[in-house]
T-cell receptor
């Protein structure tokens, strides 16, 4: 089945450590996105990418980094510079243009101890 | 700045009650509108969408939404909710002008349906 795979599902991190969240899709979508979901704040865009080797900052990019070396993969690194990293992280993908309906992964829950 | 407002943050209903969740957006240009749903423990998924044509859109599981351009609104409705509708609901808007393809999401509405 086509879809988006995020891993790990749960992750614990000590303060000061970087952590990388994986996102892989086999939908042949050009665009990929990372959102952060916090209670009462909805989905906030961290980074997005329309094409390999290119990506743009979203609304809350500070303290995060991404790469897009392959069309299928869009990993997110939560760095030690992120002030409040405990959150639920969602990866999504879509075609570019037209309907632009997003397909989401199951999410990764990061807890900083 | 473009924004999406969902007026109801928490809604609690009994089964068979009618549901209406409000969604307003801030921009007056051409828009594509979406409602996504996140059932407990499941992926966020598309409930319904509006691109053009009939402003009354029907989605999965008996949900519908009406696009009222003059009110910049896209409210979600269901005549009779079920316990299984317990979920978080997100309204999203994609603004067609300006070359942006990124949808903007509202803050979400948590719906609890009591059996």
């Amino acid at each position: 089945d086509g879809g988006i795979t995020q891993s790990p599902k749960y992750l614990f991190r000590k303060e000061g450590q970087n952590v990388t969240l994986s996102c892989e899709q086999n939908l042949n979508h050009d665009a990929m996105y990372w959102y952060r979901q916090d209670p009462g704040q909805g989905l906030r865009l961290i980074y997005y990418s329309q094409i390999v080797n290119d990506f743009q900052k979203g609304d809350i990019a500070e303290g995060y980094s991404v790469s897009r070396e392959k069309k299928e993969s869009f990993p997110l690194t939560v760095t030690s510079a992120q002030k409040n990293p405990t959150a639920f992280y969602l990866c999504a993908s879509s075609i570019v243009g037209g309907a632009n309906v997003l397909t989401f992964g199951a999410g990764s829950r990061l807890t900083v101890l | 700045a473009q924004s999406v407002s969902q007026h109801n943050h928490h809604v609690i209903l009994s089964e068979a009650a009618s549901l209406e969740l409000g969604c307003n957006y801030s921009y007056g240009g051409t828009v594509n509108l979406f409602w996504y749903v996140q059932y407990p423990g499941q992926h966020l998924q598309l409930l319904l969408k509006y691109f053009s044509g009939d402003p009354l859109v029907k989605g999965i599981k008996g949900f519908e939404a009406e696009f009222i351009k003059s009110k910049f609104s896209f409210n979600l409705r269901k005549p009779s909710v079920q316990w299984s509708d317990t979920a978080e609901y997100f309204c999203a808007v994609k603004y067609s002008s300006g070359g942006s393809y990124i949808p903007t999401f509202g803050r979400g509405t948590s719906l609890i349906v009591h059996p």
